[in-house]
């Protein structure tokens, strides 16, 4: 009988409740999966995110930034802290800390972000509301790698959502961390079957360039 191929391992960074690591939790249970959460770090030790991994027997550790002088400090200390887990791929899932280049660069073409827009609309903050603001009829999520640029980098996958007449914030938020829900999965799951990867040309996806807005799932 083969061997069955080692799983990825990934760490994953994150600051708040953890509703994409518990995704990625549920997605990944089965021992026969591709990629296998080796530890999940977060800059708050009040992070439900860590509960969540700890319920999962997943290691876990707590770097708190006010106690570095400087980003430069605190993501030396984050790098270190992520190697000695000797992940393949680290995962961001809503870690709230602007990374710095050096950070950026270790794990280039091996560092995933998820964010709440259909990029490259509304970098940043309060997206849901902007989208409303702005009459759009879509809005959705979208997985990218991580460069240098804020919520820039290569797209791998966008769902998109229709906005709806009576939407808030809220209740498009809702539909929108659905969508997270299944999209992130998916991406690490990619990345971890080998098909995923990225080069100077940008993003592919089975050897085929993945294009200015990544794999595109509508609903």
């Not at 960074?13 to 990625?24: R, Y």
């Not at 319920?55 to 984050?78: K, M, P, S």
């Not at 971890?192 to 807005?213: I, K, M, N, V, Y």
Request: hydrophobic share 40%; proline share 5%.
């Amino acid at each position: 009988m083969p061997d069955m191929p080692q799983p990825c391992d990934v760490v994953v960074l994150l600051s708040g409740t953890g509703g994409n690591l518990q995704a990625m939790i549920d997605s990944f249970q089965d021992s026969a999966s591709p990629a296998r959460i080796r530890a999940v770090i977060s800059n708050r030790a009040d992070a439900f995110g860590l509960e969540r991994a700890a319920r999962a027997g997943i290691d876990t550790r707590v770097l708190d930034h006010t106690g570095y002088e400087g980003r430069e400090a605190f993501d030396a200390a984050l790098i270190e802290a992520i190697d000695s887990f000797q992940p393949s791929l680290v995962v961001l899932a809503g870690f709230m800390r602007i990374l710095t280049p050096g950070f950026v660069r270790h794990y280039h073409g091996r560092l995933l972000n998820i964010h709440p827009s259909l990029l490259p609309l509304y970098k940043g903050l309060h997206t849901h509301q902007r989208a409303l603001d702005a009459g759009d009829a879509e809005h959705g999520c979208s997985v990218h790698f991580v460069t240098e640029e804020l919520d820039g980098g290569p797209l791998v996958v966008q769902a998109v959502v229709s906005v709806e007449l009576h939407d808030t914030p809220a209740t498009l938020a809702q539909r929108v961390h659905a969508q997270e829900h299944l999209i992130y999965p998916l991406a690490i799951r990619w990345f971890a079957e080998g098909r995923l990867t990225l080069d100077e040309h940008g993003a592919s996806l089975d050897g085929q360039g993945l294009g200015p807005s990544g794999h595109l799932i509508r609903h």
